[in-house]
């Protein structure tokens, strides 16, 4: 039997998490986790930085469906507007580093 929020993966089970951004669940090595630092949305791809986190595909398309959603206020329990530019530069960084 399956148990909810884990697939089975071989024979461990791994964790899953939803994109903030298209609402696919994954496994959570697929997704990039987020944090908010000082009002503003940082990569976390150690999954280190201390804090309520949220999960993103490493992709520019579903930061744009995210911003679009309103999703990041939701995710993190913010009031306010929160800042992407560091997360933006980080997802533009990847696409370019792919291409080159």
């Given at each position: ?70 999703a990041f206020t939701r995710a993190f329990r913010a009031q306010g507007t929160l800042d ?8 533009e960084g990847l696409t370019h580093g792919r291409s080159g």
């Amino acid at each position: 039997m399956r148990r909810q929020g884990k697939l089975e993966h071989g024979h461990q089970a791994t964790p899953l998490r939803t994109c903030v951004g298209c609402r696919v669940r994954t496994v959570k090595s697929e997704l990039l986790r987020l944090v908010v630092v000082e009002g503003v949305i940082v990569p976390d791809p150690r999954g280190r930085l201390p804090g309520r986190g949220a999960s993103l595909h490493p992709s520019t398309r579903c930061l744009e469906l995210a911003e679009r959603r309103r999703a990041f206020t939701r995710a993190f329990r913010a009031q306010g507007t929160l800042d992407v530019a560091v997360l933006r530069a980080h997802l533009e960084g990847l696409t370019h580093g792919r291409s080159g």
